[in-house]
């Protein structure tokens, strides 16, 4: 338990520096003389320096261990968000999602961590514990990076850099490693892994990978283009989208830290899957229709309820599968899938949304999001594993 404590606290600062910087970014493009489909490529440059890095990440982790890749991936946060501060071009913007986004390859390990620290029957609990943690950063950052652009465009990466060594210093510190817990010693390489997942969809595991990277392909397209919208219906702008993730980010560790587990415990992770999906897809179907912002508020709330629900319970479900041995790499390729998907998602979301209009990229994720609790749905109920006792 004290090893997540730490963990979840190095989580939430790094995820702070991250949500400092993110809202800001196509209010930053457009300043510097970006079209609103370029939002999209940044946005996903960060995925595609995730995706390569996040399997061999995971394979490092497996065999020297876990906590120097947390490391490396918080003083890669703290470089990226410096270049984040000086860009006074499109280029150095792209430069900082790049390297942002190899040190966001670690999230992988950060889950194998979990599942190395934690039952089987609790994981899901835990995970959504972790993924709180990351969404408290995701409702405090916003608002603080808009306070810091008052002292200058240079300010949120400096401030984001800054959080960002304290972190580095703090993990040092007191985070342990996890890796003793389980037997290591990975026995497949990056490239079977990977190839297994496409030849062979309908095994357990690959099944939820699958689940994973095309729910993060949904979620991600709306993402991408959630602030445009807001400004062009609402008229929100870079010193007010704070607030509106605020919001967004109350709402999710809410569900995270509280109701999850309560579900976990109630329904199972499989149910509580289907059940995320479904929330998810009906939050954006609905996201394009509110005229107002009250009733806008009221919409919001399914998009985090969906996204909280569905992907702590396939991770859980997935760690189940995963051989402890490769548990990092199970999860690194987890999440590089998942990365090709946050890649694709932001490119075509925003060409669609400057072309076809506001509100078509919600509509087609929300198709996509189907597709999902089809997937969901084919999966066999498994009984919940029962959680150590306490002590």
């Given at each position: 338990m004290r090893s997540l404590l730490v963990l979840m606290a190095a989580a939430f600062v790094d995820m702070l520096g991250f949500a400092m910087i993110f809202p800001l970014l196509p209010f930053s493009a457009l300043r510097l003389g970006g079209e609103p489909w370029i939002v999209g490529f940044l946005v996903a440059a960060f995925s595609v320096a995730q995706l390569a890095s996040s399997p061999i990440w995971g394979r490092v982790s497996d065999r020297y261990g876990r906590r120097p890749v947390l490391l490396i991936g918080l003083a890669s946060s703290a470089v990226g968000f410096v270049v984040f501060g000086f860009a006074d071009s499109i280029w150095l913007l792209f430069a900082s999602r790049l390297v942002q986004g190899a040190g966001g390859g670690t999230s992988g390990v950060i889950q194998a961590y979990v599942s190395d620290a934690t039952d089987p029957g609790q994981r899901a609990r835990a995970l959504g514990w972790?993924?709180?943690?990351?969404?408290?950063?995701?409702?405090?950052?916003?608002?603080?990076?808009?306070?810091?652009?008052?002292?200058?465009?240079?300010?949120?990466?400096?401030?984001?850099?800054?959080?960002?060594?304290?972190?580095?210093?703090?993990?040092?510190?007191?985070?342990?490693?996890?890796?003793?817990?389980?037997?290591?010693?990975?026995?497949?390489?990056?490239?079977?892994?990977v190839w297994r997942v496409i030849r062979r969809p309908t095994d357990p595991a690959p099944r939820y990978v699958w689940i994973y990277a095309?729910?993060?392909?949904?979620?991600?397209?709306?993402?991408?283009?959630?602030?445009?919208?807001?400004?062009?219906?609402?008229?929100?702008?870079?010193?007010?989208?704070?607030?509106?993730?605020?919001?967004?980010?109350?709402?999710?560790?809410?569900?995270?830290?509280?109701?999850?587990?309560?579900l976990v415990d109630r329904l199972g992770e499989t149910r509580v899957m289907r059940?995320?999906?479904?929330?998810?897809?009906?939050?954006?179907v609905l996201y394009p229709l509110p005229h107002t912002i009250p009733l806008m508020a009221v919409v919001i709330p399914l998009v985090p309820m969906g996204t909280a629900l569905l992907f702590p319970s396939?991770?859980?479900?997935?760690?189940?599968?995963?051989?402890?041995?490769?548990?990092?790499?199970?999860?690194?390729?987890?999440?590089?899938?998942?990365?090709?998907?946050?890649?694709?998602?932001?490119?075509?979301?925003?060409?669609?949304?400057?072309?076809?209009?506001?509100g078509v990229p919600f509509w087609i994720a929300a198709a996509i999001m189907a597709f999902v609790g089809l997937l969901a749905f084919q999966v066999p109920h498994r009984r919940q594993v029962a959680a150590a006792p306490a002590g």
């Open positions: 972790l993924s709180a943690s990351t969404s408290a950063g995701v409702m405090i950052g916003p608002a603080i990076g808009s306070l810091a652009t008052h002292w200058g465009p240079a300010a949120p990466g400096l401030v984001a850099a800054g959080l960002c060594l304290l972190n580095v210093v703090f993990a040092w510190r007191y985070l342990r490693e996890s890796k003793a817990a389980h037997p290591h010693g990975t026995r497949t390489s990056i490239r079977a892994a095309v729910g993060m392909g949904a979620f991600m397209s709306i993402t991408a283009v959630v602030a445009l919208y807001l400004n062009s219906r609402f008229d929100i702008n870079e010193r007010t989208i704070g607030w509106v993730f605020l919001y967004i980010g109350a709402l999710s560790v809410v569900m995270r830290a509280v109701i999850l587990g309560w059940l995320g999906a479904m929330v998810l897809m009906t939050g954006l396939v991770t859980a479900l997935l760690s189940h599968e995963a051989d402890p041995r490769e548990m990092g790499q199970t999860m690194g390729v987890q999440h590089a899938f998942g990365g090709v998907a946050r890649v694709v998602g932001p490119m075509w979301a925003t060409p669609v949304f400057q072309v076809l209009g506001p």
